[in-house]
């Protein structure tokens, strides 16, 4: 303990106290309280990658700043030429630049400079050459995403510009098929989205798994897929078709001081998907469903590939619009360990939930090890926290999930429905969740808690009483 800090050790010799001497109400089994200290150990080998100093602006491989021009192969160009000559910065420089598709390269830094813009070209056909994805948990060939890398190494997005996506009910957004007026009469993903899970669970090849034009899978705006010492900074995201960050099977992910507005649907704002090490700090996020969602594959093809989401740390963001603030969820087959969150702000009436975690017995997965604490909430729409063992399919299947081992500390509230709504099964319930040191006011509603094995509540008041 001779490293932490005073307040560190008042909370752990707090907590320690807990799990030793006290009992109240259905207080047992007290989680294991040693996952706080863990996190300097996984914090040590997040490590941004670093580039030679050596920069490609796309403007010496014919880009045009005019807003106009398609700078699609400027851009291949570039990054190409970047990549052969053992790294740099592709540089973007002032101006507004429209491209397709950008494919990332090891060693390239995509570094999109102050006052310049990236438009990406709304046209499905201009993402059409497929590429190997995940999409909604499940692996198949699709549209490629805005920004994507495959099997690289060192890459990063970087620089103060704007990334738009330009997605609107008059392009991708109607593909999600429930947008009433706005996508009546117009092609949708119902038939597609059916058609890639059923190939999942009869455990088609991924490689026959092809969908693309035709099909209407909206692809996300960035995803590295299987790469390793990825970098995302500093840039500010726009409208996205899908959800905006997705790394999938990375390891050593750095998202940092990026800002995220877009509130079209599925627009969820950072979404690590069976990764490794990955630091999410100081970004905001208004979105239009979860602003970090942690996943790891879904239904059978999340079994199949068995990779959880593990050692993930949340510091410093800030929370608008979404369904959910932290989430863990629902394509969470593969499972999800040691997640910790900390000196985060939500706040919005259109902020459904704060801590949410979702799945069923037809995602199954395991979620244990969270770790939580000095979250200020304002506002939120429905729950503080949110545990739903009944999402979407609910209790359908023979996937029975489990979660186990949630440290939830000084956590503040004024306003909402509930401070606390926790649905588990009965042959599995939520075991060992610690609440410690909150204060939910403005609370409508009072707790629902079914089907939890542990619960620990210590100084812990809702509106001004004590929390039972």
Not at 48 to 73: H, M, Q, V
Not at 135 to 156: D, H, K, R, T
Not at 253 to 274: A, Y
């Amino acid at each position: 303990m001779n490293n932490r800090s005073p307040a560190d050790k008042v909370r752990f010799l707090i907590v320690l106290s807990i799990g030793l001497f006290i009992q109240c109400g259905r207080v047992e089994n007290v989680p294991a309280t040693g996952g706080w200290a863990s996190l300097p150990e996984i914090l040590a080998r997040i490590i941004p990658p670093k580039f030679p100093d050596r920069d490609f602006s796309i403007t010496n491989f014919g880009a045009k700043g005019d807003g106009t021009t398609d700078c699609t192969e400027a851009f291949r160009k570039a990054i190409d030429e970047c990549n052969a000559s053992g790294g740099g910065r592709v540089v973007v420089p002032q101006g507004v630049f429209l491209t397709g598709p950008i494919h990332l390269k090891s060693n390239v830094n995509l570094h999109i400079s102050e006052r310049a813009v990236v438009k990406f070209l709304t046209d499905p056909k201009a993402y059409a050459n497929l590429v190997s994805t995940r999409w909604e948990g499940v692996e198949c060939m699709n549209y490629s995403p805005l920004i994507y890398a495959f099997e690289q190494e060192n890459i990063a997005v970087t620089g103060s510009g704007v990334l738009e996506g330009q997605a609107s009910d008059e392009n991708w957004w109607s593909w999600k098929g429930n947008r009433g007026e706005r996508s009546k009469g117009k092609p949708n993903q119902n038939n597609a989205r059916k058609s890639l899970f059923a190939m999942a669970e009869k455990n088609v090849p991924v490689g026959e798994r092809v969908f693309g034009e035709g099909h209407y899978l909206r692809p996300n705006f960035i995803q590295p897929y299987r790469c390793k010492n990825v970098l995302i900074q500093d840039v500010t995201l726009k409208d996205s078709p899908m959800w905006f960050i997705h790394p999938v099977l990375c390891s050593n992910v750095t998202v940092q001081n990026v800002t995220v507005n877009g509130l079209g649907p599925n627009n969820d704002g950072c979404n690590p998907e069976s990764s490794k090490d990955v630091l999410i700090k100081n970004c905001f996020f208004n979105t239009g469903d979860d602003c970090i969602a942690i996943k790891s594959g879904r239904n059978a093809d999340g079994r199949r590939i068995n990779v959880p989401s593990e050692n993930i740390v949340i510091q410093g963001c800030k929370m608008k619009e979404g369904h959910g603030g932290v989430v863990l969820g629902s394509e969470i087959s593969g499972g999800v360990r040691n997640v910790f969150a900390e000196d985060c702000t939500m706040d919005s009436p259109n902020l459904d939930r704060a801590l949410r975690f979702k799945t069923n017995s037809v995602r199954g997965g395991v979620m244990e090890n969270f770790f939580a604490r000095n979250i200020r909430v304002g506002e939120v729409g429905e729950a503080v926290l949110k545990i739903d063992f009944f999402y979407e399919e609910g209790d359908a299947g023979e996937f029975t999930p489990v979660v186990r081992n949630l440290s939830i500390s000084d956590v503040t509230c004024e306003k909402g429905k509930y401070a606390v709504w926790i649905k588990g099964y009965e042959r599995s319930p939520i075991t060992n969740l610690v609440l410690q040191n909150c204060r939910f006011s403005g609370i409508e509603m009072p707790n629902v808690i079914e089907a939890v094995d542990g619960l620990s509540v210590v100084d812990v008041t809702l509106n001004g009483k004590p929390m039972q």
